[in-house]
């Protein structure tokens, strides 16, 4: 089992930065990707930024380049997402989600989510 514990989310005026964190605490998986995920009001989850512990690969949704870092602390299992210039459509539910390994099989988890609210 994998448990991810999210923390970080809040309210923020337009222009504003929130940081975002997520430790995954197991012990008999390796974790070897993690990411943020985000769902707004009627809208599909989309991505928000992933990273790859192994080769240190980063992806980022189309909507948060340039604003939005995803950074890892691999040996806590550990992704921060520091958000900056934040605007109202980065309003919804962000969640953590770990890939993670138990020989040759892999489990997708997600945590409970995080409220990020962005007013005008």
């Known amino acids: 089992q994998v448990q991810l514990v999210e923390s970080g989310g809040g309210l923020v005026q337009a222009g504003g930065s929130l940081r975002l964190s997520c430790a995954a605490s197991?012990?008999?998986?390796?974790?070897?990707?993690m990411g943020w995920y985000r769902q707004g009001p009627g809208k599909q989850r989309e991505l928000v930024a992933s990273?790859?512990?192994?080769?240190?690969?980063?992806e980022y949704g189309d909507a948060v380049k340039g604003r939005f870092t995803i950074s890892k602390d691999r040996a806590k299992n550990t992704v921060y997402l520091q958000m900056n210039s934040l605007k109202p459509e980065d309003t919804a539910v962000y969640y953590c989600?770990?890939?993670?390994?138990?020989?040759?099989?892999?489990?997708?988890?997600w945590g409970q989510g995080t409220q990020v609210t962005v007013s005008s």
């Open positions: 990273v790859r512990f192994g080769n240190d690969n980063i």
């Open positions: 989600y770990a890939l993670a390994n138990a020989g040759s099989t892999s489990y997708g988890y």
């Open positions: 197991t012990t008999i998986f390796s974790i070897p990707y």
